[in-house]
């Protein structure tokens, strides 16, 4: 089984500052993804980042990248220099990749970001 | 474009009644999943479908059936057996050969009256 602990509900940063989004996970599988998706009040998913578990190096799209922590288990998404675009809410997810493994997401329950002008 | 669309955007429903969700795909990807969402939490699995005609049951597929009849279309339909049927309702869909990434439609959001 797998589970993605999002513990901050909500989040405040001032625009033009860097935040960083946690998100722990546990997992038995040897082999795995990591995923953040955004989701704006329109209500549609936007991929955002993907770190593979045997990557060596943490993923970087742009202003997002993903501070990949494997023996603690951490996948933080670290967004800089924010702006009020980002603002929306933001989930940490995951899937097993090893062979015969399902290919379904499991997902944290999110972190809310506003930021402020 | 490629991409996943949804129909409807709003759907309101009388207690007792079915109602089909759609899902269209030209992405050319093999997997397709549904999933439910409802105010302030996660995203959790109804099904999904691997390939076409065949399907697996997700964590909350009680109250729900779907069909794959071809690769582009993976419709769900909400049964009245399903007992809190209001709530927000994506699908995506993956199977490109370079990640796993899934790609999400702009989703139905479904109202019980």
């Known amino acids: 089984a797998q589970k993605i602990t999002q513990t901050q509900p909500g989040m405040f940063v001032q625009e033009k500052e860097a935040v960083t989004l946690d998100c722990t996970y546990d997992?038995?599988?040897?082999?795995?993804?990591l995923f953040w998706y955004k989701q704006p009040s329109s209500g549609e998913m936007i991929f955002l980042i993907y770190?593979?578990?045997?990557?060596?190096q943490n993923a970087t799209e742009g202003r997002y990248s993903l501070n990949f922590q494997k023996a603690r288990k951490s996948a933080n998404l670290v967004i800089s220099a924010s702006q009020l675009g980002d603002s929306a809410m933001y989930f940490c997810?995951?899937?097993?990749?090893?062979?015969?493994?399902?290919?379904?997401?499991?997902f944290g329950s999110g972190t809310q970001l506003t930021v402020l002008p | 474009d490629g991409g996943i669309t949804q129909s409807p955007k709003y759907l309101f429903r009388k207690e007792g009644q079915n109602v089909t969700l759609s899902c269209e795909q030209n992405l050319n990807h093999d997997a397709m999943y549904w999933y439910r969402q409802d105010p302030g939490q996660g995203l959790r699995l109804i099904y999904y479908?691997?390939?076409?005609?065949?399907?697996q049951k997700g964590d909350i597929a009680e109250g729900y059936s779907v069909s794959r009849e071809k690769k582009e279309s993976f419709p769900l339909t909400v049964t009245s057996a399903q007992k809190n049927p209001t709530a927000f309702y994506l699908c995506a869909s993956n199977g490109g050969i370079s990640t796993d990434t899934q790609y999400f439609g702009p989703g139905t959001r479904l109202t019980v009256l």
């Open positions: 997992t038995s599988d040897p082999s795995y993804g």
């Open positions: 997810a995951m899937r097993a990749l090893s062979s015969g493994s399902a290919r379904q997401l499991t």
């Open positions: 479908s691997q390939i076409v005609n065949d399907f």
């Open positions: 770190q593979g578990s045997y990557d060596q």
